[in-house]
């Protein structure tokens, strides 16, 4: 079994700062690809930002330059760092991770974290 515990988010003002941290723990040869999703009410859950395990990272148009995301494939840890933060960030965050062990290879959720931005 894999797990990913997340940590941060909250509320914070328009333009403010938050950062979120995700640790995978459990049965775990690999992970190709770690990164955070973002789902509103009514609304699918969407790619906010992610990072394979050669460094190549991918982010929605819509945090470019306001968001950057760091991942540590020693430690198997994934940390997002969102500045200027805007009302329409206001979601919550799951961590995701495509993990391999010795027998499957697998997708995995946190249990999501709550962002509001709100003056």
């Known amino acids: 079994q894999v797990q990913l515990v997340e940590s941060g988010g909250g509320l914070v003002q328009p333009g403010g700062s938050l950062g979120l941290s995700c640790a995978a723990t459990?049965?775990?040869?690999?992970?190709?690809?770690m990164g955070w999703y973002r789902q509103t009410p009514g609304n699918q859950r969407a790619l906010v930002a992610s990072e394979n395990k050669y460094g190549v990272t991918n982010y929605a148009d819509s945090v470019k330059g306001r968001f950057t995301i760091c991942r540590d494939n020693a430690k198997n840890t994934v940390h997002l760092q969102m500045n200027s933060l805007k009302p329409e960030d206001t979601a919550v965050y799951f961590c995701?991770?495509?993990?391999?062990?010795?027998?499957?290879?697998?997708?995995?959720w946190g249990q999501g974290t709550q962002v509001t931005v709100s003056s």
């Open positions: 459990g049965s775990i040869f690999s992970i190709y690809v």
């Open positions: 995701h991770a495509l993990v391999t062990n010795l027998t499957v290879t697998g997708d995995y």
